[in-house]
């Protein structure tokens, strides 16, 4: 089994920065992909970003395209996502998602087995 922890959630202000880290307790997860969503409360999770654990290719939402970041470090097993530029609509529980495997529909929640226990990021304005 795969589990995955996240840190670095917080409060922050508007137009301020935050980076999320989220690491993967499996040595060879690297294979597969690790992604971000968000949910505000009674909204759905949405996709946020995704990363290809191989080779550091990435997708975004429209919404956060511009102002998000998303990256990897393999030998640590670990991926953050560098959220500038924050918005008030950002504010959610963030969540990590990883896979194993790769996936076409990498923009899907079905795509991702292990996901961590979410963390909460406010910004205030």
């Known amino acids: 089994q795969v589990q995955l922890v996240e840190s670095g959630g917080g409060l922050v202000q508007a137009g301020g920065s935050l980076r999320l880290s989220c690491e993967a307790s499996e040595r060879t997860f690297s294979g597969g992909a690790m992604a971000w969503f968000r949910q505000a409360p009674g909204k759905d999770s949405a996709f946020v970003a995704v990363?290809?654990?191989?080779?550091?290719?990435?997708n975004y939402s429209d919404s956060v395209r511009g102002r998000f970041t998303i990256s990897r470090d393999n030998a640590k097993n670990t991926v953050y996502l560098q959220m500038n530029s924050l918005k008030a609509e950002d504010t959610a529980v963030y969540y990590c998602?990883?896979?194993?495997?790769?996936?076409?529909?990498?923009?899907?929640?079905?795509?991702?087995?292990?996901w961590g226990p979410g963390t909460q990021v406010t910004v205030s304005s």
């Open positions: 990363i290809a654990l191989s080779d550091g290719t990435t």
């Open positions: 998602a990883g896979s194993r495997t790769s996936s076409t529909y990498w923009y899907a929640r079905r795509a991702y087995p292990y």
